[in-house]
C-alpha cells in the first residue's frame, strides 16, 4: 500500500558528490519523520541523516558537514545531498518514512529496496 523508491546511488570517486532521492507513494495520510540509514559489508544499518516533519535535522558524527538532508512535503520525498565523499562511505543507502496510512492510528516505519553507492578510485 505505501512504497519507498530510490535513485541516484552509483559509483563515485573520492572528494566527489551524489545525490540520493526516495520518493513515497500510496495509501498516505500524513508522513512524519523521514530519514536515511546505511549498511557496509559485515556491518549493522546506521543512522546517517533524519529530518522530522517539522524541527531540526539529526546527522550521524561521520557525516556531519558534508550531507545535507532535505524533504519536499508536497512530493512526499528526502533527498540526500553527499559531497565530500570518502571510501568508508561505501555502502547500501536506505530511506525510511514514518507513515500513517489512515486518519487516525499509529504512523508505522517504511523502508526503501536500498540504492548501492560506492566510492572508489
Known amino acids: 500500500q505505501v512504497q519507498l523508491v530510490e535513485s541516484g546511488g552509483g559509483l563515485v570517486q573520492p572528494g566527489g558528490s551524489l545525490r540520493l532521492s526516495c520518493a513515497a507513494s500510496?495509501?498516505?495520510?500524513?508522513?512524519?519523520?523521514m530519514g536515511w540509514y546505511r549498511q557496509a559489508p559485515g556491518k549493522q544499518r546506521e543512522s546517517v541523516a533524519v529530518?522530522?516533519?517539522?524541527?531540526?535535522?539529526n546527522y550521524a558524527d561521520s557525516v556531519k558537514g558534508r550531507f545535507t538532508i532535505s524533504r519536499d512535503n508536497a512530493k512526499n520525498t528526502v533527498y540526500l545531498q553527499m559531497n565530500s565523499l570518502k571510501p568508508e562511505d561505501t555502502a547500501v543507502y536506505y530511506c525510511?518514512?514514518?507513515?500513517?496510512?489512515?486518519?487516525?492510528?499509529?504512523?508505522?516505519?517504511?523502508w526503501g529496496q536500498g540504492t548501492q553507492v560506492t566510492v572508489s578510485s
Open positions: 500510496g495509501r498516505i495520510f500524513r508522513v512524519n519523520a
Open positions: 525510511n518514512a514514518r507513515i500513517r496510512t489512515a486518519v487516525i492510528g499509529p504512523f508505522d516505519d517504511y
Open positions: 529530518i522530522p516533519n517539522g524541527g531540526s535535522t
